[in-house]
Each structure stands twice: as C-alpha cells, then as structure tokens.
C-alpha cells in the first residue's frame, strides 16, 4: 500500500483553467503538506494542515486554495491557472507538527499549464 | 528565519569515489535538518536527519552525515559511490508548524 498518493499523477491544461489535485495518507498521521517544486527543482511549502486545520499558510496566490474534509486527505484546488504555474505539486505528511517530525512524501503530481 | 546553502548544484565522482555533498544551515534556535534523495521523476526520499541525539548521524544506502555546530555545516557523506547513486540530495532545515526549508540541492553523478 502506497503511504501518500496523490491524483493525477501528470496534469496538463489550458491556461485560465481550474484543476485540483488530491492527496491521501494512510498512515494516520495528524499533519499534511503542499509543497511546489519548480521548473530549476527548487522546493518551497505552500500550505500546512494539522487535524485538519491550516497552520502554514506561505505566499501563494489566492488562486490556490487547500482543503482537507479529513485529516487523511488533503486536496489542493487551483483557479485561473496561468504558466508559472507549472510545476511539480508534492503532498506530504508527518505525526504531528512538532519540529524535526519525519515527513512521507508522496510521488508528486507534474502540472504543465498549456 | 532558518535557511540552507547547499555548495555546489552539481557534484560528479567516479564509482568507487567518496561522495561528500555540502550543506550549511543558518538558524537561531537548535536546527533540526535533513538530508532527501530525490530519484528523477520520483518522489522525496529520506535519507537521514538530525534531531540533537548524536553528530554522526548514520542513514540509509551507506550514507552519513555529521553535525558540525561550530562550522553551522551538516555534510552528507559515503565512502564508495555506486552507480545508483545518482540522484538529486537536498538538505533542509525544519521550522515552526515542521515545514521543511530547502536548500537549492545538489545533482551527484556517478562516473564508471
């Protein structure tokens, strides 16, 4: 059984379009993750959730949007994509939020914006 | 805020070579860090971490890493390259909430 997985595993869409991209753990885990990498591989966190509620919240865009209907799940919505959008979209969770707690990552879904 | 220098995007070595991959973190409180293995269109890996228990932190595939306070450094090291190692490594430094700051990472390429 995959620990983290999320869907679609390769995303490609027009510009202006809106997608979501799904993430469930099941390692029972308290705490999940958004994390984009981008087109040079560089990685940044976007959004956190613990018992499903939002404790990270970095720079985005309001045109991204997380929601998680369960601590198991964690979905990241995207409105009016535009190209710099495109990037690799890592799910991630741990025990807890604690620092230093080991983080599973899952296999990442690849985003093109056309 | 914490932050991660890797030195070096990318490192080459012959098989058999040792592997040292470089990271120097900046943080104002006890770092917690870790190095990730990312193989190409995979996922992140763990390959170890630090969490204050001992310098000489010891991981998976043969690779260790030592924690240097005085030099703020946390090097990834192996004795002997193999070819599977190939990979992207990125080191990172957890902050409040747990999220993981990344280092730039490093590309190592195992020469036969």
């Known amino acids: 059984d995959t620990a983290v997985s999320q869907t679609p595993k390769y995303l490609v869409t027009q510009m202006g379009n809106d997608k979501s991209i799904k993430c469930e753990q099941n390692l029972g885990h308290d705490t999940m993750y958004w994390y984009k990498q981008d087109s040079k591989k560089f990685l940044k966190i976007m959004f956190s959730?613990?018992?499903?509620?939002?404790?990270i919240n970095e720079t985005v865009p309001n045109r991204f949007s997380p929601k998680s209907p369960d601590k198991a799940h964690l979905n990241l919505h995207i409105n009016s994509l535009e190209l710099g959008d495109s990037a690799v979209y890592f799910c991630?969770?741990?025990?807890?939020?604690?620092?230093?707690?080991?983080?599973?990552f899952g296999p990442g879904t690849r985003l093109t914006v056309l | 805020a914490q932050s991660v220098t890797q030195l070096g995007s990318h490192v080459s070595v012959s098989e058999g070579a040792l592997v040292l991959l470089r990271c120097n973190y900046s943080?104002?409180?006890?770092?917690?860090l870790f190095w990730y293995v990312q193989y190409p269109n995979q996922g992140l890996q763990l390959l170890l971490k630090?969490?204050?228990?001992?310098?000489l932190v010891k991981g998976i595939n043969g690779f260790e890493a030592e924690f240097k306070k005085s030099e703020t450094s946390f090097h990834l090291t192996k004795p002997s390259a193999h070819m599977s190692d190939a990979a992207e490594y990125f080191c990172a430094v957890s902050e409040y909430g747990n999220k993981l700051v990344f280092g730039a990472g490093t590309i190592l390429r195992v020469k036969s």
């Open positions: 943080s104002s409180v006890p770092p917690y």
């Open positions: 630090y969490t204050s228990a001992a310098t």
């Open positions: 959730y613990n018992n499903k509620e939002l404790i």
């Open positions: 991630a969770s741990s025990q807890d939020a604690a620092r230093g707690v080991r983080q599973f």
